[in-house]
Structure formats: C-alpha cells, structure tokens
C-alpha cells in the first residue's frame, strides 16, 4: 500500500497540501457533534409509555458521559400527535404528554449547567390542522384574510370536484382535501404535502412570516441554541402550482440544472433565512439554524449555507450512498468541495427519525434503494452485518471535518425494529400508502437503557407507546457501559479522540490505497476503511489508535471495518 498523498481532493479553508491546525475550532457549530432527542421515545418519568421533558432531564448525564456536544429535540409542542408532533396545534407551549412548558425552561437550565447546547425543532411547513389560524380559515369562507395564509385553491372541473393539480402527499394519497365550507357546501381544496391534518402555510403572506419571526424571538428568549428547520426546502412553492408528473421522488429534485418539483427547493426559501439569520445574528451566543433539505446534489444543498443563510444543512446524500469505496468517495469530496466553496462546514449524518437505523440499513444488499420501513413478512436483514457496518461508518464519519448528528440509541447499536406488528403502527404514512409502506415507527422504538427494568429502563412501568422488542435487552445501556468493545464504548471512545485530535476542524488528504479500500489522513490521523471481501495489511510503521471492530489472528484489517493509525512523519500535524 503506498503512502504517496494525492493532491487535496477537498478543503475546508486550508491551502493545498496544508493540514489546518487544531487549535483555533472556531465557532462550535462548525465541529459540533449533536445528539437527536425523539422525546416520545427517550425516556418516560411517569410511567405512562411515552417519554417526556422531566425524563429527558434525568438523562442528561448519559449525553455528558458519551461526550456529545449539543443535544436536538424534535418536536414536543401541543399537538394532536397526527404526526408525531411535526402538527403543531401551539408553537409557543409544551403538550401535557411531554410536561409544562417550566419542564421546558428547567430543561434548558439542566442542559446549560452540563456545558450541552439544545437545539429546538421548528415546523413553518404547515401546521396541525388543530391551530387556531386552520380553524378561522376555515370560518372564513374563500377569499377570506384568515384563509389567505393557506393554501387554498378552487377545484378542477365544472363542480370544483377535482384536486386543483396532481401533486401527491409524501405520506401517500392527493396532497389535497377538500372542506366543507360554513354554509354547507362543497368548496375549496387545501394543499397539505404531507398529512391531512397538516395544512401548509402561504409562505407570501406576510402575517404568516412575521408569525415565524415572533416564534424564532419567543424561543432565542427561553435560551434555545438553535432551531433545526422542519422541510426547509418546501416552505415556497412555484407560483403557479402546475402539475408534477414525475412523482417518484416526493422530497426532492433532480440535479441542479434539471426541473425541480413545483413544491420543492424553489429559490424563494432563501429570503426566508436570510430574513431569520439576521434574528439569530441578533442574539448572543452562537445561535444557529441546521436545514433539513431533501435536496441533491450537493452544490444545490450548499445554497442553504451560504454566510447570510442557515449555519448547517443535513447531509442526505451521505445518509443515502453505497457503502462502496467509489460511493463514498465520491460523496465525501463531492459535499466537503460544495461546503467549502460557500465557507461552510460539511453535516454529516447516518440515522434519524425518519429513515432505517443504519444498523438495518447496511446490511441490505449493497446498491438497494433506501425502503420506507421494514414489516415482519419482508427479508429480514442480516443484524451482525449491519451493525459491523455501522461501527464501520460512524467511525469513518466521525473522523470527517465538520459537524455530526447521531440519532438516539445508534450509540447503543440499535438495529430497526423489523418485527413490529403492522397494527401497533401510528405513523401515518402506513394508512395514506394504503399499507403499501410501513413507514417510520421501526426507528422510533422506545429506547433501553436497563436490561432488566419495566420496558427496558425507558420508565418506571411496562407501558411503551411502541412495543419494544425482546432482543432489546442484549442492547441496553447497562449491558454495553464499561465492557471493552461494545458499541456504546466505541462511540464514547471515538467522541474522545474526535474532539482531542481536532478532527472535526481539519482536512482531508486522499491517499493512494487497493481497490475497495478508503484511505486518507485528518491531521496527524490515518483513517482506512476496508470495503473489500479480503483482509488488508495496516501500512508499514502504523499503531493504531482505534477500531470500528477486531483487526483479524494476522493483524490485518477485516472486510467492513473502519480503523484509526497514527504514523509518526514529519510534517503531519
């Protein structure tokens, strides 16, 4: 294996062929990595089965000990629970599922006393079908002001019976349902890309954006760090609503030069952020907004991180590419040369709330596109593949300059739940797809923290709002911490040497390796990743430092294993 460095594929501000040095980070936001709270699943304080703000609060300390630096909750808002609480009935309060809002305040407190930033999740999509401007719109009548900050349009056809266009709901089913007006008839047809209960909002309207100013002001004023942005890309939609016909992709476009869906990316969301960057700008702190944009390729995704705009954007082509060496390669110097040309860090991410724990997901076979949840009778993937290729992928992310998200209980190695029965579902995309895809609730499982507790630890009964599988317990928290090897401890290791060794703050340099093999070097750190079928000899004078998992009986690198070296040369610091 030669050591020869190739020319710097990738920067993040440093010369060619220089390595940025690790003690000037800057702002935190730029190699922060931060944790996604899914409160209904996190912990429960009451025993009731869905987990809550006081709950949360009591596991603060496991955050501080994994050695995260920021936690995201996503939303805990009043709601009808629709979905999930991404329908926000209030904006500006906590549901009773999840506690009061003083629960909210302490919770700020707690996390700040710990040196943790929270990041709060904000929904200016739509709304819940239950807030009060929904209920006066529909009050009003066409043409009403209240109606306005929807959108509302006529039917299609001589009676209006037809939606006003053929764009569908991401959960399945017409993006449109048609109200009941005051007087009794059939009247007009209102856009909600998402589920019934969930309107959109007429972002040209400009009570609806000063509503989202006074939102961001309400929360920077409690003593959020931040707000992660719900469908950030969908907020605009084309003026003149025309049909879509190519509908295989609900959530994002083509490519940066080709059409892009009418409902998606339109350029008219930039104003947005930039109006809200100068709000957070206001503030002290290092108050940021993190985009979650569904949109490809990456120079198309790096608009939304531009200086005047939003501070991160999610990384979805990273969550989505192969696990090959092209593949990553690919996507790794694709999104730091896009990041970089706005001066904007790279958000790297593998698993969220919505997609399959990429402990399921890597096991599938490679090349297979992303499926919308996993059911009992479909192919059960491999559990030991996936989570060796999981270790081997967070350890190769978290060795890439920038910011990374982990989402609860991947630190555990939390596979998907494969197995949960189809009528314990609640996410709606199961009844709009009219079953057709199981949808998220696989990933949103209560998690374990206690082998042997009422449901695994999560609360003080059995009560989950999910059924936790029986293979939970092998997983849980108090099985992993202090055992050399489990996932817990890699990721708590890996957390360490992140922040000790500057990698998020640094550069990568590509360097010469074997087919399927990914190797380049962050600082004074060599990063290899074998993704061939035979072992591969460390390079010659390499101690290593740590491993996604065991190095085989001859010392070489298995199949699906990330590693950590060090070499000692001049010049690589």
């Known amino acids: 294996m030669s050591e020869s460095p190739l020319p710097a594929t990738t920067s993040t501000g440093a010369e060619p062929g220089v390595a940025r040095r690790v003690d000037a980070p800057g702002p935190w936001w730029r190699h922060a990595v931060i944790y996604q709270i899914y409160p209904r699943s996190f912990a429960d304080s009451d025993g009731d089965g869905i ?15 994994l050695g995260v630096d920021a936690v995201w909750l996503s939303p805990f808002y009043p709601s009808p629970q629709a979905d999930a609480g991404y329908d926000v009935a209030d904006y500006r309060d906590v549901d009773p599922i999840f506690g009061r809002l003083a629960d909210a305040d302490q919770l700020l407190a707690a996390a700040r006393s710990r040196g943790l930033r929270v990041i709060v999740d904000l929904v200016p999509n739509h709304t819940s079908s239950a807030h009060p401007w929904f209920g006066a719109a529909l009050a009003a009548g066409p043409g009403g002001r209240e109606r306005s900050r929807y959108v509302f349009r006529d039917g299609r056809g001589p009676d209006g019976a037809e939606p006003p266009n053929d764009w569908q709901s991401v959960f399945g089913g017409p993006a449109w349902t048609r109200v009941t007006e005051p007087d009794g008839r059939p009247g007009q047809w209102y856009l909600h890309l998402f589920d019934t209960g969930q309107p959109d909002l007429n972002w040209d309207h400009p009570e609806v954006r000063a509503e989202f100013v006074d939102i961001l002001r309400y929360w920077l004023d409690r003593g959020v760090d931040g707000f992660r942005v719900d469908v950030a ?26 059409p892009r869906p009418p409902m998606w990316d339109q350029d008219g969301v930039h104003e947005i952020y930039q ?28 608009a939304y991180v531009r200086p005047d705009e939003m501070h991160q954007a999610f990384n979805f082509e990273y969550l989505e590419a192969s696990w090959s060496a092209p593949a990553q390669y690919a996507v790794i110097t694709r999104s730091l040369a896009a990041s970089a040309a706005v001066g904007a860090p790279t958000t790297w991410v593998l698993s969220n709330h919505d997609v399959i724990r990429h402990a399921t997901r890597l096991a599938l076979p490679i090349g297979t596109p992303r499926p919308r949840g996993i059911g009992v009778d479909d192919p059960q993937p491999d559990p030991v593949l996936g989570l060796r290729r999981a270790r081997a992928a967070t350890l ?6 920038g910011s990374a998200y982990l989402y609860q209980g991947e630190e555990l190695g939390l596979p998907e739940h494969t197995t949960l029965p189809d009528e314990s579902r609640q996410d709606p995309t199961w009844e709009r797809s009219g079953h057709a895809e199981r949808g998220r609730d696989g990933c949103r499982v209560p998690i374990p923290w206690e082998a042997d507790a009422p449901s695994y630890g999560f609360g003080p009964a059995d009560a ?39 990698l998020g703050t640094g550069t990568v340099y590509w ?6 093999v990914l190797y380049f070097r ?5 990063v290899l990743t074998n993704f061939g079928a035979d072992p591969v000899e460390l390079p010659e004078g390499a101690e290593l430092v740590h ?27």
Do not use: C, F
């Not at 950590?564 to 001049?570: F, G, P, S």
């Open 51 to 65: 987990g809550d703000l006081p709950g949360i609060i009591a596991r603060l300390d496991h955050l501080v000990e």
């Open 233 to 258: 890309h969908g907020l605009v939609k084309q003026a003149d609503l025309a049909d879509w016909k190519p509908q295989d992709e609900p959530v994002s476009g083509p490519g940066t030069e080709g």
């Open 275 to 302: 109006d809200w960057r100068r709000v957070l700008d206001s503030y002290p702190g290092e108050r940021i907004l993190v985009a979650e944009a569904w949109v490809q390729p990456a120079e198309r995704l790096a």
């Open 396 to 401: 190769l992310m978290l060795s890439l300059p």
């Open 464 to 502: 989950s709002w999910l059924p936790q599988p029986t293979l939970w317990a092998e997983y849980a928290l108090d099985r992993q911490r202090g055992v050399p090897g489990s996932t817990y401890e890699v990721y708590r290791t890996s957390l360490r040497l992140r922040r000790e060794r500057g």
């Open 511 to 516: 360097l010469e390796s074997p087919d399927g």
């Open 522 to 526: 962050n600082g004074a750190l060599r």
């Open 547 to 573: 491993a996604s998992g065991p190095l085989d009986p001859d010392g070489r690198v298995p199949t699906d294993v990330t590693v950590w070296l060090r070499l000692d040369e001049a010049g690589e610091d």
